[in-house]
């Protein structure tokens, strides 16, 4: 299953309530940046300019973490982001789902640009869902929060109109092999139960089996 990297809540509930196993790109890049490995460096050039990553360095980091996964139901989480991406996923792997939500940039540029995070323990707060008690401080410490490079609101422009440029022919790929479901919105409460419904016509609520048999 894939989903792109729009609404974090929404992969959340998916995990919780189906069991899958999830597997963000995003997440994958900043592990990565964060321990400044040979990749972490290159891509970290690209997204401070503003740009997406290569499809070859997206492709073969992803596709090396997938190989783990084979046995069990997985969610990819911000890939494939362009065609290429999505012919070399197809070669390894069997997709039979791709979720599109279709929210508004500029709310997504909203949501990224109102994000800060504590670097030392990657507590991350919304200015306007989640803020911190004080303006600017972690919470816990007493630390000054920081702004992402590539959450600034400069640089979150530059990667939506690529993102965008990139995008819509993935999703027109995917709709002609007749595995792309669309969801639109704003807020994630209104359209999970639209998806959630969705999904239960090709998996099982395993959140419903845990609250029946608690440990």
Request: proline share 6%; charged share 30%; with cysteine.
């Given at each position: 299953m894939v989903v792109p990297p729009l609404l974090r809540t929404v992969s959340a509930r998916i995990i919780k309530h189906f069991g899958v196993k999830h597997l963000s790109s995003g997440d994958l890049l900043r592990d990565n940046m964060q321990k400044k490995t040979e990749v972490g460096?290159?891509?970290?050039?690209?997204?401070?300019?503003?740009?997406?990553?290569?499809?070859?360095?997206?492709?073969?980091l992803m596709l090396n973490e997938?190989?783990?996964?084979?046995?069990?139901?997985?969610?990819?989480?911000?890939?494939?982001?362009?065609?290429?991406?999505?012919?070399?996923?197809?070669?390894?792997?069997?997709?039979?789902?791709?979720?599109?939500?279709?929210?508004?940039?500029e709310t997504i540029k909203c949501r990224l640009t109102a994000r800060w995070i504590h670097p030392a323990s990657g507590r991350v707060y919304n200015l306007e869902f989640s803020p911190p008690k004080v303006q600017g401080i972690d919470d816990i410490t007493g630390e000054p929060l920081v702004q992402r490079?590539?959450?600034?609101?400069?640089?979150?422009?530059?990667?939506?109109?690529?993102?965008?440029?990139?995008?819509?022919?993935?999703?027109?790929?995917y709709r002609k092999k007749g595995l792309l479901k669309s969801f639109s919105g704003t807020e994630t409460n209104k359209i999970w139960p639209h998806i959630y419904a969705f999904l239960q016509t090709k998996l099982p609520d395993v959140s419903q089996k845990d609250a029946a048999n608690p440990r």
């Open positions: 460096i290159l891509a970290k050039s690209y997204i401070d300019q503003g740009q997406l990553i290569p499809d070859h360095i997206m492709t073969q997938i190989k783990g996964l084979d046995q069990y139901n997985w969610l990819l989480d911000g890939f494939p982001r362009t065609v290429a991406q999505a012919e070399a996923l197809d070669k390894e792997c069997h997709i039979d789902t791709v979720i599109d939500l279709d929210v508004p940039f490079d590539d959450d600034k609101p400069e640089t979150v422009s530059k990667r939506l109109q690529a993102y965008d440029a990139q995008t819509k022919p993935v999703l027109e790929y």
